[in-house]
């Protein structure tokens, strides 16, 4: 019960942060805008591979695509990560400063993300060649890699270390804070997951609309502003996860209180979890 409740607390703590600093959901925009644009070519080949029956081309092409958005969201997790840091300790953000701190770390960015790259082509050929076994096998490996990785970001950002080294380090890490971790990306998901069901709702009318055969104007609008609204959650969902991520790597690190959190509650936070619990 404890863990929930901090998860809980810590989960609307990251979501006030975004919400009072929009320079968060703006690089998570970014790095959105930057995975699509690097990723859409080798999309568009892999498509036309598989269509064409060409199956090694289009999965040489899918690992492309997946790299490249891969690519864009790391990059944009550690400006995120960078900028949350500043947040908490009580510093001004800005999109910049933090765009500059993930140039510095491309380096480790591009081998953590040639890894994810591997990992997540090894889980599609799984579930795609495997059968039944197959797939259950990819969905526990996928959870449990999102699992064990999750700290990975911000390990990358204020540690700059390699593809390997991360993962160790994020491993060892989750050892130490699982119960958090959980309960606070939990927490995170319900509350994104709510906040996006007026925006899936009004684009469900939207389509309705025009599948019914009412005013198209009036559908279409709808549906845009249906899809702008999933796609702002979304954003927003980026960012908080992101800084939860970032001010839980400070946690399990050294202790480090922002003051931004009330004390009581970090009091708790910093004690080792113990592996009886």
Not at 76 to 102: H, P
Not at 148 to 173: C, D, N
Not at 227 to 242: E, P
Request: hydrophobic fraction near 55%; include cysteine.
């Amino acid at each position: 019960m404890r863990r929930l409740t901090l998860g809980w607390r810590y989960a609307k703590q990251s979501l006030a942060i975004v919400r009072r600093n929009g320079v968060l959901t703006g690089l998570a925009a970014i790095g959105l805008v930057l995975g699509l644009g690097l990723g859409v070519g080798p999309l568009v080949v892999a498509v036309w591979a598989f269509d064409s029956e060409s199956e090694v081309i289009g999965w040489v092409a899918s690992a492309a695509a997946c790299l490249a958005f891969y690519v864009g969201l790391t990059f944009s997790g550690v400006a995120i990560a960078s900028a949350a840091a500043d947040v908490v300790g009580e510093r001004d953000a800005y999109v910049t400063a933090s765009l500059s701190v993930a140039r510095g770390r491309l380096r480790p960015i591009l081998g953590w993300c040639v890894v994810g790259t591997v990992v997540a082509i090894a889980l599609a050929l799984a579930r795609k060649k495997g059968g039944r076994a197959g797939s259950v096998l990819a969905e526990v490996g996928g959870e449990s890699w999102s699992l064990v990785t999750f700290l990975a970001i911000p390990i990358i950002a204020f540690e700059g270390l390699g593809p390997i080294s991360t993962m160790k380090r994020s491993v060892l890490l989750f050892r130490q804070r699982w119960g958090e971790q959980m309960t606070g990306t939990g927490s995170i998901s319900f509350i994104f997951v709510v906040l996006s069901l007026p925006a899936l709702a009004v684009l469900i009318a939207g389509v309705v609309q025009v599948a019914d055969g009412g005013s198209r104007l009036v559908g279409f609008v709808l549906a845009i502003a249906g899809l702008v609204g999933l796609v702002a959650v979304t954003l927003a969902g980026r960012a908080a996860s992101a800084t939860f991520g970032a001010i839980l790597y400070g946690y399990a690190t050294d202790g480090e209180i922002p003051a931004t959190i009330p004390l009581e509650e970090l009091e708790n936070l910093s004690r080792p979890v113990s592996t009886a619990a």
